[in-house]
């Protein structure tokens, strides 16, 4: 009988009543309830468990036509989606790629990688996005590629950067890990530069638990993602003329992938009543959830909320987190990071200012409205107890 009143914590190994339990927020929770189990099954029944396997390229002729791509290829996580993209425009060592610091380390990484060198700019203070102008004052002669992050899913200024890419023969790779859905002008991210890297870790818009993507318009340069994601293997069995790695997603990932992008409508319609709502609850306090610019489709990857003072943002994600709701910081400006700070002495004030007073909030698409009500009552009590 007591089975009924109490039961396992979720978040701790203690047994609780299940009245005493509060609820818990996470800031990201997938929703995996459509085909994701019935396709997973038939990948354990069937035995294809590998990357062979019909669901792979199930999933990527479904992606492809979402995306109204020519092509697009599996790969097993979004920053290896990122280092195929590079090395299959060539980019290496004595090259330079400009990327925003304002970005998740990953994009950043990838350039590494390669043995290219990241050229940092700021970002912009109305979408939080990278900065066309500082673009400009930093191509040099080595400039070989500009990586575009679209972050949290807002667009970055596709006509700004499309024009430099133009101008100075540039390539221009889209890192679309957080904007699938997204849309600038109309037309989906992923879909301007040369080449577009997606990832599919837990917490993105559709997931496969780990994986990636990389889309393209050109068949010779997915030919080259194919062969450098499968060992570099030759036209012949075993023959390998390249060093290439092994960046397979599995047939169970993909899997779930193709169920996950059935349902990849209803996900972004939730995630945009989930920011509105806070918007919404926000209005007219200090509190500003991320702005969607007027040509842009803002897919709110995470709800991203700026408070009006740095000082505020620690003690208000203790407050919260004692409240049970998660919370998590804007990413740090990677070139504050002792790993990358030698490669510049600038300053980015904008990227600094915005990183420094933003926090993400629980973001998933099950969140009911009463929830999303409840953590923005409890986030704005606090801000005004702090005024
Ligand atoms: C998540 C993410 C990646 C990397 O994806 P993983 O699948 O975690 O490797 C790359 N860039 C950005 C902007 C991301 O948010």
């Not at 290829?73 to 790629?97: E, S």
């Not at 990688?113 to 109305?126: E, R």
């Not at 993507?213 to 050109?218: F, N």
Request: glycine letters at 6%.
């Amino acid at each position: 009988m007591l089975g009924s009143l109490i039961k396992n914590c979720h978040y701790c190994t203690r047994m609780h009543a299940e009245s005493f339990m509060k609820k818990m927020y996470p800031v990201y929770q997938p929703s995996l309830r459509g085909n994701e189990l019935k396709y997973v099954n038939d990948c354990l029944t069937s035995g294809w468990i590998s990357s062979k396997g019909k669901y792979n390229s199930a999933f990527e002729e479904a992606f492809a036509a979402y995306l109204g791509v020519a092509h697009a290829t599996t790969v097993c996580n979004g920053t290896v989606a990122l280092h195929l993209a590079l090395l299959a425009l060539g980019i290496g060592p004595g090259d330079q790629v400009i990327v925003p610091t304002f970005t998740y380390i990953a994009s950043v990484n990838a350039i590494q990688y390669t043995g290219a060198t990241p050229v940092f700019v700021d970002s912009l203070a109305d979408t939080w996005q990278m900065d066309p102008q500082d673009v400009q004052n930093k191509c040099s002669k080595a400039t070989k590629a500009i990586l575009v992050p679209h972050i949290y899913g807002h667009p970055c200024d596709m006509k700004s950067l499309q024009q430099i890419c133009r101008e100075r023969k540039l390539f221009l790779i889209e890192d679309c890990a957080e904007a699938i859905g997204s849309r600038y002008e109309g037309s989906l991210m992923g879909t301007f530069g040369d080449i577009s890297a997606f990832s599919f870790f837990g917490n993105k818009t559709i997931t496969t638990g780990e994986g990636g993507m990389v889309t393209c318009h050109d068949p010779q340069l997915i030919e080259k993602v194919k062969k450098l994601k499968n060992q570099g293997l030759s036209d012949k069995e075993y023959w390998h003329d390249t060093v290439g790695y092994n960046y397979r997603m599995t047939n169970i990932c993909a899997a779930i992938g193709l169920a996950q992008l059935e349902n990849i409508d209803r996900f972004i319609a939730d995630k945009r009543f989930v920011a509105e709502t806070y918007q919404s609850a926000f209005a007219g306090s200090p509190l500003v959830i991320h702005p969607e610019s007027p040509n842009c489709f803002h897919s709110y990857w995470l709800v991203s909320l700026l408070l009006p003072q740095k000082d505020l943002r620690g003690d208000l994600r203790k407050f919260l987190k004692a409240e049970g709701i998660e919370t998590r910081p804007l990413f740090y400006p990677v070139h504050t990071m002792p790993i990358y700070d030698h490669l510049t002495t600038e300053s980015f004030p904008v990227a600094t200012d915005i990183a420094g007073r933003g926090i993400n909030l629980p973001s998933y698409p099950d969140l009911s409205r009463e929830d999303i009500l409840h953590i923005a009552k409890l986030t704005l009590q606090f801000t005004k107890d702090h005024e």
